[in-house]
């Protein structure tokens, strides 16, 4: 099984800034095998980033994905108020499984 | 546009088992994998399974086997999910996902499913 582990666990951010979010892989994961998600409360969570780079449609180029092997990261560029969320990374390469979730707060 | 809709809210007791149903629409039913995955109280994602419609296939995630069921209907375009020796535990919100390959691209609305006594 594969555990992805996310951090920061909490990221506290002004609108404008750049949040950098971390997704680390017990094992080597292939980058098709990655992908990343908001969830807003009370909502289901919404794909962003699949294959770890690919933007799913009408996701804003603010949000980037990069990474290889057991570390990915998500970026958003200049955080906007509505990007104030919850982000979750997935791995299919063996099963599926996704990490805890980094919350994404108004500091 | 492509739709999934679940069934409403269950409540059932310990031990009782439920059946959660999400029925697809707007695109070609047999062509994507519906997986589910539960999300407890205030916790994080929990990925509990996969059927593949277009075939009699169905994998689970080692916790639950034993536990869940999923099952499709290919006249309504429905997949079910039951699970069964329900606990406290259990008590979560149900997502059905639509997967055209390695990433879940459309949600269900979420079933809530209360287990107490």
């Known amino acids: 099984e594969i555990v992805l582990t996310q951090s920061p666990a909490t990221l506290s951010l002004s609108p404008g800034e750049r949040a950098t979010l971390s997704c680390r892989a017990s094992?080597?994961?292939?980058?098709?095998?990655l992908a990343w998600y908001q969830q807003k409360a009370g909502q289901a969570p919404r794909l962003l980033i699949y294959d770890a780079s690919s933007r799913a449609t009408g996701i804003p180029d603010r949000f980037s994905g990069s990474g290889s092997g057991t570390d990915f990261t998500l970026t958003i560029r200049r955080v906007e108020p509505e990007d104030f969320a919850v982000y979750y990374c997935?791995?299919?390469?063996?099963?599926?499984?996704f990490g805890q979730g980094t919350k994404l707060e108004v500091k | 546009q492509v739709q999934l809709v679940q069934s409403g809210a269950e409540v059932q007791k310990p031990g009782a088992s439920v059946r959660v149903s999400c029925k697809a629409s707007g695109y070609p039913f047999n062509s994507f994998y519906i997986h589910w995955v539960r999300q407890a109280p205030g916790q994080g994602l929990d990925w509990m399974g996969v059927i593949n419609p277009s075939g009699p296939r169905t994998t689970y995630a080692q916790k639950f086997q034993g536990r869940v069921s999923m099952t499709w209907d290919t006249s309504t375009s429905t997949v079910h999910m039951e699970l069964s020796s329900l606990t406290s535990e259990d008590t979560a919100v149900y997502y059905c996902?639509?997967?055209?390959?390695?990433?879940?691209?459309?949600w269900g609305q979420g079933t809530l499913v209360t287990v107490s006594s």
């Open positions: 997935q791995q299919s390469g063996s099963l599926f499984s």
């Open positions: 996902a639509r997967s055209p390959a390695v990433a879940l691209d459309y």
């Open positions: 094992q080597s994961v292939h980058s098709a095998y």
